[in-house]
């Protein structure tokens, strides 16, 4: 019998993904503060929460995590324990979080939404953007605040099962080229370019999609040098983690008008009530939520329960994270 330790919380509906046999649920506590045992730890979505147990939760041979980055575990994971994120079961979510993100910047959403919000029926003409371009119509020309995703070029850094998606999502709107960088170049099915390859990438592309993980390789990787390698107008799209992008820089390159971004992630996070980021020109954020939907938790722990029966049945389990955090 394998002792399954999950959140206190944790709803019923959400058990029935679990195996019927061979296991026995251990509710944990959000203030747990005596030793349990358990063998196979499905981690609750608190960071602060998890990091709290782990003194306390003995004898863990498999942590596994819903989230599709695992960074935040790798400074208290023990010695020997098999750690297992999420990957792929956030595809779909945040594909189209990241596609939306790109839209509502593209056809400016937040500056038309501010304008109703004043309730103002402004004419293209009067929205004053350092983006705003001069475009010839049937009737002569007009200023518009207003692009196209047609024909554009999208370089996605951090190409996995995400990036995939997302692709497969562009392609609908008629892109023009997409480019990938992953840790390594690989030419099957598609090419992927390696990370070495990005500073050449970057003032090829309008829209700059991050979907990479957080290690000590990627942590301040979007600097100002990189940030002012990006094209005039050019797009920044971060949904991976916030650290991968120095806010400080990008707050100053945002302030100068150079490039627009929007944000699922920041740093810090939760980003203060008064910090410049806020009120930073061209910028979308939300907070944190790109993988979040009520299916989404349906699939995780899908996804969960699968692993539970591959370690009953000792099968190989699925999205092993080596040391380096991927």
Request: with cysteine; proline share 6%.
């Amino acid at each position: 019998m394998v002792r399954v330790g999950v959140q206190a919380d944790l709803p019923e509906e959400l058990l029935e993904f679990f195996p019927r046999n061979g296991i026995e649920l251990v509710r944990l506590p959000k203030d747990l503060r005596e030793a349990v045992e358990v063998e196979f730890w499905v981690l609750p979505f608190n960071r602060v929460e998890a990091e709290g147990q782990m003194p306390f939760v003995q004898g863990v041979k498999v942590m596994q995590s819903a989230m599709a980055g695992v960074d935040w575990v790798l400074p208290w994971r023990r010695d020997g324990i098999i750690l297992c994120d999420g990957r792929g079961i956030h595809d779909v979510s945040t594909s189209e979080w990241v596609m939306t993100a790109i839209l509502a910047s593209m056809k400016w959403l937040p500056v038309y939404a501010k304008a109703q919000e004043e309730r103002k029926w402004v004419g293209d003409w009067k929205l004053r953007n350092p983006f705003v371009t001069e475009q010839t119509h049937t009737r002569g020309r007009y200023r518009v605040l207003s692009e196209e995703l047609w024909g554009r070029t999208v370089l996605i850094v951090g190409y996995g099962s995400i990036g995939a998606a997302t692709e497969e999502k562009l392609k609908v709107f008629g892109v023009k080229n997409v480019l990938r960088v992953a840790r390594s170049a690989r030419k099957e099915p598609v090419e992927v370019h390696a990370i070495g390859d990005l500073d050449a990438l970057l003032p090829q592309a309008d829209v700059v999609v991050l979907l990479l993980p957080l290690t000590a390789e990627t942590q301040g990787m979007f600097g100002r040098e990189r940030l002012e390698r990006l094209r005039e107008g050019a797009l920044l799209v971060n949904a991976a983690r916030g650290p991968i992008v120095v806010t400080e820089d990008l707050t100053a390159v945002l302030a100068e008008g150079k490039i627009r971004a929007a944000l699922d992630v920041t740093d810090p996070e939760p980003l203060p009530e008064g910090h410049p980021l806020w009120s930073a020109p061209n910028c979308l954020i939300t907070p944190h939520i790109a993988g979040l939907t009520p299916n989404f938790m349906e699939r995780a722990f899908g996804f969960i329960g699968k692993q539970m029966e591959r370690y009953l049945n000792r099968e190989p389990l699925e999205n092993i994270v080596g040391d380096a955090g991927y």
